[in-house]
């Protein structure tokens, strides 16, 4: 009885070692990009925005342009046909028309207006300059059949209105 049980034993710890094994090869042969946050139907509309936005906060950790790597993540694909491919969507965001919510210091994301396929959002930016930014943000629950559907997706982000300074 001791001998069989003795086995299982040392079957189990082979076992678990040979999990560990392999899950520490997983984790150390993940790509850049595994760190992202992949849109899925349990992501609700308000941390769409929040991952975005906390994204563009820290644009380049873990690594350059991340930020806005994780926001074109959750760009509907109607959005990503117009504002895309990645690296002129990179350029569009680097560009005036919405620096500054690259490396801002604060955002305040308020619910406006909501349905079930739709939600507008508000949302407030203190940049790094400590100038206070207003933005209509606007996510959609997508429809159409496929591996993003029913998840919510970013279909516009209005021109940024500023508001002033901090100071």
Known sequence: MIKKENNFWKTSKLLLLIYKVILIILISSSTSHADLVKPNNGIEPFL????QLRSLKQNDNPKKDNGIEQTWEFAHPNNQKN???LDRFKTMI???????????????????KSTDLKVLFEVTVLDKDKAYYKFNWTVEKYTAEGPLKGCWLTTMVSAPMPLGSSI
């Not at 769409?48 to 991952?51: A, D």
């Open 94 to 112: 680097k560009g005036k028309s919405y620096e500054m919510l690259l490396d801002h210091l604060d955002h305040k994301v308020v619910e406006i």
């Open 83 to 85: 504002t895309g491919p």
């Open 48 to 51: 769409v925005v929040q991952i």
